[in-house]
Structure formats: C-alpha cells, structure tokens
C-alpha cells in the first residue's frame, strides 16, 4: 500500500468525520511533497495517522521528521536536533504549521536543521531561498571600534578591530574582524615575539573583510544574514544570549 493509498482510506464512507479530515489533509501533504522535491526521493513510513519521514528506504534506520494532521488543515511538526546542537541525546524540536504552505517552510527548515539530508543540493536551495526571502529586510545596527576610537587614525587595509550586530528582533553579536593583509602582520609580529611557535600558526579572527570601513562591513553583513544566521555561516561563539532583548 502507497501512502496516498493509507491516507486515502481515510476518507471513505467507513471512516470517521476525524479521520476523514486527517485523510485529505494528509493527501494535501503529500501532494505538497512531490511538487516542492522533483530531483529528490523522501521515505515515508506511517505511524498510526502521522507521516514519519526518512532519508533512507529502510524503515529500521532512523527517523528526521513526523508530521500529522491535528485538523483544520493544520499540522503538527517534530524534528531530531543533530548531534552538534541536541543539549542531549534523541531532543526534538515541535511546531505547528497552519497551512499547507507553512507546512512547506516547516519541512523543508526541519529537513535541514535535523541534518538528515546534509548533502542535498535541492534541499539546501530550497533552504537557501526560504531564509533569503525572510532574511532580505532584516534591519540591523553595526558598532564599529574604529570609528569610535580613533577614526582618522587607522590603517583600513591593515588592521583589526571588534564590531557589535544588532538585530532588529532582539539578538546580539560581537566579532574579531581582520582584514586581508593584516593576517600577514600578526604572522610576522609572532615571529619577533614568538608567539604561536613564532608564526607556526594563527588562531583566525571570526571574519576577514578586504578593508575596514563601514561600507564594506554593511555589505558583508547583508549578505551573510541572506545566506543564514550569523552564528551558522561563521560560528556560534559570536552570538551573545546574554545581551538578548
């Protein structure tokens, strides 16, 4: 029996009003998932009404994602963290989608969170674009050292400085910036004073941009920010929850 064959037999005269309503709510679902992945297999095994999805056609393999219709068109969503984020063994992340379409976002960011499906180029396209789209007019303010400190006194294609992020919702983040040629600086200067076995080896900033201005920094933010979160596309340390409004 197919999937659509499952959730079809939900809908018949013998079933119930609940489970009809799961039935066709299910079929949307499902339909959903084969226009939105035309270059990718998803394996889906039924756990009494809710759809449990899967990255390999071996249902003793583990599961990624559950969906199952709670009604009204409505679904409910739970993913397994990946190992690298999970605060412990096997934690899950639930939500609800409202919408068939909603449903589509929750999917497809479930599919990739829970990094089942790591090196899917649909997927990561998929993905790519959804938070693009949210992400494109995200505002944000910058704090820069150098304009506060010294400003007509620095050395904007060899130097290094911190600079803060704010974003609008509330969240903060404090990077280490160096600029191309000042990777070659710190190299020469540990040589003198032997630090990091005299130039053997450099611990890297959080981001290296050609100049330190204001106009270059705006822009690499941007466009970081359409790629991913800021703490995924560099790393996690420069998020601050503590300073989160």
């Known amino acids: 029996m197919t999937l659509e064959e499952f959730y079809k037999e939900l809908t018949s005269e013998n ?7 799961i039935g ?7 339909s959903m998932v084969n226009d939105t992945f035309t270059n990718t297999t998803l394996y889906g095994l039924t756990s009494h009404y809710s759809l449990v999805i899967q990255a390999t056609d071996n249902w003793e393999d583990g599961w990624f994602v559950t969906v199952y219709s709670i009604g009204d068109k409505k679904f409910q969503f739970e993913y397994k963290m990946s190992e690298k984020e999970s605060p412990w063994n096997y934690a899950i992340v639930k939500g609800q989608a409202n919408t068939v379409s909603e449903a589509k976002d ?32 995200t505002q944000f303010t910058l704090w820069l050292e150098f304009e506060e400190v010294d400003p007509n006194n620095w050395d904007i294609e060899n130097e290094f400085c911190n600079i803060h992020v704010d974003l609008e919702d509330g969240r903060h983040y404090g990077l280490n910036v160096w600029t191309y040629k000042y990777l ?8 003198k004073t032997g630090q990091n076995l005299s130039g053997l080896y450099q611990k890297p900033p959080d981001l290296f941009v050609k100049e ?6 705006q822009q690499t933010i941007e466009n970081l920010i359409k790629i991913d979160e800021l703490e995924k596309v560099l790393n996690p340390s420069i998020y601050d929850k503590r300073n989160q409004k």
């Not at 066709?24 to 499902?30: C, P, S, Y």
């Not at 070659?184 to 040589?191: F, L, R, S, V």
């Not at 330190?212 to 920094?217: A, K, S, V, W």
């Open 106 to 137: 929750f999917l497809i960011i479930a599919m990739t969170e829970s990094e089942g499906w790591s090196d899917n180029k649909e997927l990561r396209k998929l993905y790519n674009k959804l938070k693009g789209r949210k992400t494109e007019n």
């Open 24 to 30: 066709k709510a299910m079929l949307e679902f499902i």
């Open 184 to 191: 070659e600086t710190a190299i020469n200067e540990d040589k």
């Open 15 to 21: 079933a119930t009003v609940v489970e009809n309503e």
């Open 212 to 217: 330190l201005t204001r106009e270059c920094i």
